[in-house]
């Protein structure tokens, strides 16, 4: 009788989507919506790790990591009131659980943990938000600011951004070796 019931349940919408040729991205993620979804080159996608754009456009830029049951994308219409979709830039790594709904996510930026990053929220360049925090709906965060601790911020202008973006780079392609990549199932 269970698989009676299975069978009835509509299966999730199959975004249209735009996928660079040297993409990774496992065959356990999940993309679905009825807005464009774009994934850059060298950009790892971790299994389990959830796009949605049934409310609005998604575009994830080159060299960048999406960790498992990570999930990026609106979660209601009243979100997506702007149209304007999620842009995450270059070099971005979203870790396990986190959940972005950003507008903008900028260059070099780092999500921990479980950190959750409201609607339409702007994140500046080279930014670090800790596991467990929060971003808050609409909220401006400036280049090089690290969030951390229950409302805790400071600057970071150590300048190693470089450095970091190069650990990024070393890190895929350790990934590439570890994640079979379904590129197929999801064009």
Same mark, same amino acid.
Request: net charge positive.
């Given at each position: &009788? ?6 009835? &349940? ?37 299994? *389990? ?11 994830? #830029? ?10 990026? #994308? ?8 702007? *149209?304007?979709?999620?842009?995450? $830039? ?6 396990? #659980? ?8 900028? $260059? ?11 609607? #339409? ?15 808050? !709906?609409? $909220? ?11 409302? &805790? ?13 190069? &650990?990024?780079? *070393?890190?895929? !392609? ?14």
């Amino acid at each position: &009788m269970s698989s009676k019931r299975a069978s009835t &349940m509509p299966a999730p919408l199959k975004p249209p989507t735009s996928l660079a040729s040297s993409l990774i991205i496992a065959e356990h993620a999940s993309l679905t919506g009825t807005h464009l979804i774009t994934l850059g080159s060298n950009t790892v996608v971790h299994p *389990r790790a959830r796009f949605n754009s049934t409310h609005a456009p998604i575009t994830v #830029g080159s060299n960048c990591i999406i960790c498992e049951r990570s999930s990026i #994308g609106f979660q209601s219409e009243a979100a997506a009131n702007e *149209r304007q979709g999620i842009l995450i $830039e270059n070099g971005v790594v979203i870790e396990v #659980g986190a959940v972005v709904e950003a507008r903008t996510v900028g $260059e070099g930026t780092i999500i921990e943990v479980q950190a959750k990053i409201g609607k #339409g929220a702007v994140l500046g360049k080279h930014c670090k938000i800790g596991p467990l925090c929060e971003i808050t !709906e609409g $909220e401006v965060v400036p280049d090089f600011t690290v969030v951390y601790g229950p409302g &805790m911020r400071r600057l970071d202008r150590s300048g190693v951004e470089d450095l970091k973006m190069k &650990m990024v780079a *070393r890190q895929i !392609e350790v990934l590439k070796k570890l994640i079979p990549s379904n590129l197929a199932k999801f064009q």
